[in-house]
């Protein structure tokens, strides 16, 4: 089973699941079973991502990607080890799918002289009604 996200297809073989117990409510059976899915995928060593998504996702600054370039999974909202196993998978995507697209490029931009000149005015009236709620002892 690969995943899927728009135009690339991520084999099986890249991912690395480990099944770990739950913390958390869920009575005794918390403590037999091994609900929680822990996937791994090396972003900086894929050959499934292409150079400029593969960039993208490793420059941002996510808790989840350990120094290496690998991202680190870990799903455990749900009681059944498949629901675990689904639900990583499509964090995964969207992870992915966030590194698809480019940000726009900022464009800089100055305030207009009428909007320097309204804000300086505002800050002017300001300055005067503080000044007129202090007691006027140096007369």
Do not use: C, Y
Request: proline letters at 6%.
């Amino acid at each position: 089973m690969t995943i899927n996200v728009a135009h690339i297809s991520i084999p099986e073989a890249e991912l690395v699941e480990r099944f770990v117990r739950a913390a958390g409510p869920g009575g005794q059976n918390v403590n037999k079973v091994a609900t929680a899915v822990e996937l791994r995928f090396d972003v900086a060593g894929s050959a499934a991502l292409p150079e400029p998504v593969r960039a993208r996702l490793l420059a941002r600054r996510d808790r989840r990607m350990t120094g290496e370039g690998v991202l680190v999974i870990s799903a455990q909202r749900f009681r059944t080890q498949e629901r675990n196993r689904e639900d990583a998978r499509e964090r995964l995507a969207a992870f992915i799918e966030a590194g698809l697209h480019a940000p726009r490029p900022r464009i800089a931009t100055r305030p207009s002289r009428a909007a320097r000149e309204r804000r300086l005015g505002e800050k002017r009236q300001r300055s005067t009604i503080k000044r007129g709620r202090s007691p006027q002892d140096w007369e």
